[in-house]
């Protein structure tokens, strides 16, 4: 029996849009921040935090992965259902698309925001309550 897809969530922001950049991602109950990533827009942060996902992916072993993200643009993107017109952009599905070649297999899905783990935990960083 083949071992259960594991789920990364992922998510990236700003503040103000633009702003300082920063990303999340919950793995396994364990959240992975990444903060100081330069100003940008919030659809910079969402692809960083993606890329960051396969990153992490890739660091702990995964080899069968479900990225999760509340951004349907970036994962539209990703899954090259929509175009990446912005350049800044493309760079980042570029490097994305080239990290996923190291996986075995993976997969993307939306979720909305309240059911983003990483949202969640980047929410909870800004609110003084610590991260999971």
Known sequence: MAPARTKL???GGCRPNPGPMETAVVVRGTSHVRTDLGIGGSSEAEWLALVHAAETAIAL????VSFIGDSLLVIRQASRAWKCRAPELRLHAQRFAALTLR????????VPRSRNLAGIALARR?????VV
């Open 9 to 11: 969530y992922f998510d």
């Open 61 to 64: 072993g995964l080899v069968d």
């Open 103 to 110: 996986l075995g297999r993976f997969g993307l899905r939306h």
């Open 126 to 130: 800004h609110a003084g309550l610590g």
